[in-house]
């Protein structure tokens, strides 16, 4: 086997991780001697062992704690991002690599988490390793993308999920809603929710709807440890806040609105938000909870503002055969363009049937 072929090993291990580790990224490491794998492990689930130390504890489990220490002396592992240098969570992966003294080191990236960022690198070159960064990194990056998004971009990634009718509709002018997209789409939407750190919605629809916005059956993530967090966006009575399903929910709430509060509620934390700029301010401000992805469910006032701002990375649209005609409430008010040419505007990615419905997936142009 060669290097590619470990790396490559390295990233399937990775992406056992799956939804677990977030909002930390996915992380898997091999570790050879003589060109034979003698340890391989993955950063399992949020606040637990890196994948480094996973892959050193493989191979002293299964050398006995001798051999293995023996085997580790002078071997090669092949990290798919750069070791972390920092006390966080759990001690630095670059103590336990020098502790056993790995001699060198393929990082498929560097960490872009600022405080590693090229740190990592640095404390293991300083003492003599080889450390050598860019093997498979684009398929390393590919596996984090909404990691390396927020450390890179400064503010989440964007999703918007929109449920609809084939005439753009979202609800009856009666506000009646339920259901517009199949059982199966709804199922579906459990597990988009899974895949992100937050999930916003306007304070309307909290209010006329008092959703649990939670993850409970997604058939694909079953052991989900935990609840993405819950931003509302738009003012919500501080006398009202009590009888909201949402505040019930063990996950972390923010209400963001151009209005003061009483911030004394120990489910939820108040932000006040500027007139200007309001929604950047609020994207700048999730990064600060670590929030790598976020997922905007509605309704049509806020699917407005965040096309209209240009702020949809991605688009998730449910479309479902029903024609729910003109006095509907529509997806979006996005105000019309002069010409077809200025219309906003996405790729289709992917599409496909899900029960009576099609799920497209779109990224901005
Ligand atoms: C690694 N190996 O397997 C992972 C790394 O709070 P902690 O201690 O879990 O540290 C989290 C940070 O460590 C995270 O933001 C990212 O920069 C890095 N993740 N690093 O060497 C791993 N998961
Ligand atoms: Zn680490």
Known sequence: MQD??????AIKLALKGSVYTHPN???????????????????KSFGS?????????????????NKGVDLLRGSTAYITLEPCSIFSKTPPCTDTILKYEIKNIFCASLDPNPAINGRGVRVLRKA???????????????????????????????????????????ALANGDSKWISSKESRSDVQNLRAEVDAILVGSGTVLKDNPRLNVRNSNKYKAINKQPKKIILGKIDYSTLSGLKLF???SENIIFSNDDFVSNHSKVIFKKLKKQNSLKQLLKELTKYEINSLLIEGGSQVFTSFIEENIVDELIVYLSPKILGNSSKNATEVISPKTLNNAKNFKILKSMTVGDDIKIIMRRK
């Not at 590619?4 to 090993?9: A, G, I, K, R």
């Not at 990224?25 to 950063?43: E, F, L, M, Q, S």
């Open 4 to 9: 590619l072929d470990f790396m490559n090993e």
């Open 25 to 43: 990224p996915r992380v898997g490491c091999v570790i050879t001697k003589d060109n034979t794998i003698i340890g391989k492990g993955y950063h």
């Open 128 to 170: 003599g390793l080889n450390v050598k960064v860019g093997l498979l990194k684009k398929e390393a990056v590919k596996i984090n993308e909404e990691f390396f998004f927020r450390h890179n971009k400064g503010r989440p990634f964007v999703r918007m999920k929109v449920a609809q009718s084939i005439d753009g509709k979202i």
């Open 248 to 250: 019930k929910e063990d």
């Open 49 to 65: 062992n890196h994948a480094e130390v996973n892959a050193v504890k493989y191979c002293l489990n299964k050398f006995g704690k």
